[in-house]
């Protein structure tokens, strides 16, 4: 029980937005002696005394004297199973508080790794009177006997399952049980049949008036069920070919009965994987679109991945569509999908909150214009805006004499959407001349309020033949002899910096996620395809990229509060040294992801990543991509300095590993659920760690991810269909998580 309080005096309230209350003590708290003034203490701070000549230090402030309305406050940042195992315990007055709805009413469990069944059962019992919103998503680990739990948290209004092993007849089974559901997340895995679905689950779901589906085999879903639909997100994951080698091939025919109709649709989402059969599946449930667009829809966003994504020939009348009411708050197509005109129509005299133009080349002037010219309504609404890969030809009203983007109307572009707080500029390029205006990271700088931010690794370089900040210059030798020159070397104890993140990071003090990608980086690990042996350089280096080296690295050290951080594609890296003070300035990181750092012939920052890694206490996630990365023993020992690790992927073509040393690294680290390795060694070395990993600590870690696997093996792809999907897309895919369409869960 001590030790229980001792747990709670111990959160910080610093930070917390708390609005001044009057504070009720209770009595025999407050009972302060009537003191004398003048009195010193030690330390030079004074000490009360009583009448009768006693001295008497001031009572410290507990818990306990704490109002309602500030512990509750504290108690918000406590996951619900704390709350309820190892607070609500500790006295009445916590267990009165801890049962509060503003704490048990929404509840999101995706980050309980540690919660096995029987866990979960015990604290869906506790919370079946209380909460209203339960969020599953990605806890892949539990049972079907416990999701048939769910059935008594009869006040459900939202249930996101997505990831879960949720049959047809245990989904009929919760809509009989769930009559006020209104917000549906789930997967439709092979086998789904809606006609298991019984007249009580039917009804149900024509309530529902948000549904999230993760395709992984062709259907239609539950959508035909759902008349009153207001949000539909889809999220299509199925692979062309299945197990056995034969074709998948959508079945599905327009005409039929089961065809979606979407009268009051206002929200429309669709993330595609690469692949035909996700193309044609979207073309059939975006048939109905060609006919009749929903009077009321305010957002459209559809990501297909690849150069050539399947045309649409009811796209530009959908875009005329939704510019008609002048409402359009988010837009996402994919570039041949719209053309200049279309997209006028779908913007003027709108005020979106999100915009995305990946790799739509040809639309970026009139995007520009629109957003720069009065086109747009309210720029200043605009919150998110994507432009990764629009400097591609062919394209030329905005493009300047080099070839790339009138990078010059950013510092407009800056003033218009002041409010700007997510912005992805991955796969561009940028190549400053000093006599073409200021500095691309100076005009970002007016976005006071940006949190999110990717850019091309050469918009950080001062040139290509441009040498490190503090690289000495040789000095003439007295002999007559041209002076050796060795390769400049980052110093910490140099007083220059970079100057082109400089404005940028001390403007932007509310920056979190930075990413620093070069225009040609291609990670080694594949989606759906196996991995290609030939790769040995990344395609189409930017010679500008080249330029970033340790001491940009150390610049962005300049942003203490940076949260997650992805390097990738910077070769000009030498030793790592800038790398490790970056990690010693931030110390709040908690996502690191590195990838093709320096040469890819040998990995020349070997010792500098250990003194990084040593620096990162309060890492929870990292990701490593590099071809030749020895995890050693010495590796793994610093690597166990990060105690709250949770994931941990590591993609190394030619990289070696020690199994005793990750056998010791999961043992000391008890937090690690996930450990993806995809590096070079035999099959039957990867699949006896593998087994060991799961064996041994799968009973404790009823979470655990444990995946070791050759980068190079034929049977790669299969592999990768089994990790589940929460964990593809957070932590062992490479992929931009800045300005990507919301998250596609309704809870």
């Known amino acids: 029980m001590l030790r229980k309080t001792q747990l709670l005096l111990s959160l910080n309230l610093s930070g917390l937005n708390v609005a001044p209350v009057e504070a009720r003590y209770r009595s025999g708290y407050n009972r302060i002696p009537r003191t004398m003034s003048g009195i010193e203490g030690p330390g ?108 008594r948290c009869r006040s459900l209004t939202r249930l996101d399952v997505s990831g879960c092993r949720l049959t047809s007849v245990r989904l009929s089974r919760l809509l009989c049980a769930l009559k006020l559901l209104r917000s549906l997340a789930f997967d439709v895995a092979p086998g789904f049949d809606a006609a298991q679905l019984s007249s009580d689950a039917v009804d149900g779901l024509s309530r529902l008036s948000e549904l999230r589906q993760t395709l992984l085999t062709p259907s239609y879903g539950v959508v035909p069920c759902c008349p009153r639909l207001r949000r539909l997100m889809l999220q299509f994951d199925i692979c062309d070919v299945t197990r056995e080698g034969e074709g998948v091939s959508c079945q599905l025919m327009v005409g039929q009965s089961s065809v979606p109709h979407y009268r009051h649709l206002r929200e429309f989402t669709a993330r595609l994987a690469p692949g035909e059969v996700n193309q044609t599946l979207l073309l059939l449930y975006l048939a109905v679109f060609s006919v009749h667009v929903p009077e009321h829809l305010t957002v459209f966003l559809v990501s297909i991945p690849g150069p050539n994504p399947v045309p649409w020939p009811a796209a530009p009348s959908l875009a005329g569509s939704l510019g008609r009411r002048c409402d359009l708050e988010a837009l996402q197509l994919p570039r041949s999908w719209l053309d200049p005109l279309s997209l006028k129509q779908a913007l003027e005299g709108s005020s979106p909150r999100h915009l995305s133009f990946s790799r739509c080349p040809a639309l970026l002037p009139q995007v520009f214009r629109l957003l720069l010219e009065g086109g747009v309504k309210d720029p200043g609404r605009l919150t998110s805006l994507n432009l990764s890969g629009v400097d591609h030809p062919p394209y030329s009203e905005s493009c300047g004499a080099d070839g790339q983007p009138g990078w010059a109307a950013m510092g407009r572009l800056a003033e218009a959407c002041r409010n700007l707080q997510h912005l992805n500029l991955m796969h561009t390029h940028y190549h400053h001349d000093d006599g073409g205006g200021a500095h691309l990271c100076a005009s970002l700088a007016g976005l006071r309020r940006l949190r999110c931010l990717a850019l091309p690794a050469c918009a950080l370089s001062d040139g290509p033949d441009a040498q490190p900040a503090s690289a000495p210059t040789p000095s003439p030798s007295p002999f007559g002899r041209a002076p050796r020159v060795g390769l400049p070397v980052y110093s910490p104890d140099s007083d220059s910096s970079p100057s082109g993140s400089g404005h940028l990071l001390a403007a932007c003090r509310a920056l979190e996620t930075l990413e620093v990608i070069g225009a040609g980086f291609v990670s080694a690990l594949p989606r759906l395809e196996p991995c290609g042996r030939a790769y040995v350089e990344p395609r189409g280096v930017c010679e500008w990229a080249r330029g970033v080296g340790d001491a940009h690295l150390a610049a962005l050290a300049a942003a203490p509060g940076l949260r997650r951080l992805t390097l990738a594609g910077l070769p000009g890296v030498l030793r790592g040294t800038g790398l490790v003070q970056l990690a010693r300035k931030c110390g709040d990181l908690q996502a690191l992801s590195l990838a093709n750092i320096g040469s890819l012939k040998i990995m020349n920052y070997s010792a500098a990543l250990l003194d990084a890694l040593r620096q990162c206490r309060q890492l929870q996630e990292l990701r490593l991509e590099q071809p030749y990365l020895n995890a050693n023993a010495a590796f793994f020992e610093a690597l166990s300095c990060c105690s709250r690790l949770q994931r941990l992927c590591i993609v190394s073509r030619g990289g070696t590993f020690d199994p005793g040393a990750v056998e010791g690294f999961m043992e000391r680290c008890g937090l690690v659920v996930t450990c993806h390795m995809f590096m070079s060694g035999t099959l039957v070395a990867c699949r006896g760690l593998q087994k060991r990993l799961r064996d041994r600590f799968s009973g404790e870690r009823p979470a655990l991810s444990a995946v070791v696997y050759p980068l190079h093996h034929e049977e790669l792809p299969s592999v990768i269909r089994d990790v589940p999907l929460a964990l593809l897309d957070r932590v062992t895919l490479f992929q931009s998580q800045v300005a990507q369409p919301p998250r596609l869960s309704p809870c």
């Open 44 to 151: 030079g701070g004074r000490r009360s005394q009583t009448q009768d000549g006693e001295d008497s230090s001031p009572p410290r402030a507990g818990m306990s004297d704490l109002s309602d309305e500030i512990l509750l406050c504290v108690l918000r940042h406590v996951p619900v199973p704390d709350l309820l195992t190892n607070v609500a315990p500790v006295c009445r007055r916590f267990r009165w508080l801890c049962c509060d709805k503003s704490l048990l009413g929404h509840v999101s469990l995706s980050e309980a790794f540690g919660a096995d069944d029987v866990a979960v059962r015990r604290l869906l019992k506790q919370l079946s009177a209380h909460v209203t919103s339960l969020s599953l998503n990605g806890v892949y680990w539990l049972s079907g006997a416990t999701l048939e739990r769910l059935s």
